[in-house]
């Protein structure tokens, strides 16, 4: 069974870090691109941060750029998120989703474009 499980989520005040996981079974690793996403209360769901496993291309939204990082362990096959200086405006649920056969090279895929999504995790950001 196809699977991702966020972890990681939680409380943290402003200028401080936390780092999302994002395990993933039931699927082969280096064939998807990977993405963390975010809702907060009231907006659209939007892509932050985005990687391919086999090409190494990253994808970062101007929000985030320069203060998230994300990441892999292929061997684990888990992808992470680290988020640093965070700001009140990062505080929303954060979800990971899996595309298969496409490139962060262009960007993220489209919303309708993942085969499989997390459940999401909390993230709040105290000011």
């Known amino acids: 069974e196809e699977q991702l499980v966020e972890s990681g989520g939680g409380l943290v005040q402003a200028g401080g870090s936390l780092r999302l996981s994002c395990a993933t079974s039931?699927?082969?690793?280096?064939?998807?691109?990977f993405a963390w996403l975010r809702q907060a209360p009231g907006k659209e769901r939007e892509a932050v941060s985005c990687?391919?496993?086999?090409?190494?291309?990253?994808f970062y939204s101007d929000s985030v750029k320069g203060r998230f990082t994300i990441s892999s362990d292929n061997a684990k096959n888990k992808v992470y998120l680290q988020m640093n200086s965070q700001k009140p405006e990062d505080t929303a649920v954060y979800y990971c989703a899996a595309a298969y056969g496409v490139s962060a090279r262009g960007g993220p895929p489209d919303i309708d474009g993942y085969d499989y999504w997390g459940q999401g995790t909390q993230v709040t950001v105290s000011s």
């Open positions: 990687m391919s496993s086999a090409d190494g291309a990253t």
């Open positions: 039931g699927i082969l690793f280096d064939d998807y691109t």
